[in-house]
Each structure stands twice: as C-alpha cells, then as structure tokens.
C-alpha cells in the first residue's frame, strides 16, 4: 500500500482508501511510519505552501492592505484571479465585499431628504400632542378622584338637608 502512494505516480491516501476499503488514517500512519517521503519534495511543498498561503487571516488584514488587495485585483486579469486570490489567502466573496466597503466609504455621506425632515417635524408635532393629552387626563383623573373624597366626606349634593327653618 505504501508502494502505491509513493513515488511519481502515487495516489493519495484518501483515494487509496476508496480503492482498497482501508481507512484513510491507517493508510496515512503507514505512510509517516514508512519514512519514505522524499525531504527534497517535503520541503518543496511546504516552500510553495508558505509562499501561496498568506501568514494573516482575511480578519486579520489592516484597512491599509484590504484596500491594497482590492487595487491589486482590479488589475489581475480574470484568469489570473483565482491565482491572485490564493496567493493572498482570500476568497472572491471578501474581494467583492472589501471593495464595497471601500466604495461605500468614498460616497458622499446621504442627508436628510425634505421629506424625511417633514415627516420627523410631523413625528415631533404628534409626541408633543399626546404630551400635552397625558397632562391633561391626569389632571381630570386628580380632579375626579378629588370630588370622589369630597362626596364621602361631606356628602352629595343629592342628599336631603335638615330644614331648620320649616321652609
């Protein structure tokens, strides 16, 4: 099986473990325990690895080199992109939402359209109006629970009176 991975012709473990019913990791282990991985190639793929893989995250990037990325993309022939983008350890998804963050960023700033300022003085005009109707209900409810304690203390106004006077 190791035979089989190895050399110029050699397949990978993962297909090899397809091919035989043997599980990938076993055939992997075998491989490392063999030890007969060529440095020379070794230390090829790991060159080419560190090359092509950027040392930061996408996340990780500074403004400074998202917007240099962006510029150096737009003049990357279509082609060449998926090149361009593997170099620099992005997907083409955050290529297109970095530049439009930076196109977004160079917009002039929207302002208030008239109707918008209208419809905020309406907004305005309507808070103060139920304001001012609060006040006043809680003025009626004071004054209403005021006749309340006055009717108990002193009593109705429908109550008969005691005539002294026989009139």
Known sequence: MVRKMVGPNGISASAL????????????????????????????????????????RPQDKSAEEKLKIVIEAEAVADDQLGAFLRRNGIHEA???????????????????????????????????????????????????????KVQSIWGGEDEPTDKKNGK
Not at 21 to 42: F, G, K, M, Y
């Open 94 to 148: 955050q290529l297109r939402e970095w530049r439009s963050m930076m196109l977004s960023g160079l917009q002039k700033p929207a302002r208030p359209s008239s109707k918008t300022s209208g419809e905020a003085r309406r907004i305005h005009e309507l808070e103060k109006e139920v304001l001012r109707k609060d006040k006043a209900l809680a003025e009626a409810a004071a004054i209403l629970i005021l006749q309340k």
């Open 17 to 56: 473990a397809r091919e035989v019913d043997i599980p990938q990791q076993s055939l992997s282990r075998w491989l490392r325990d063999a030890n007969v991985v060529d440095e020379s190639v070794t230390s090829e793929i790991s060159t080419e690895y560190e090359r092509t893989m950027s040392k930061k």
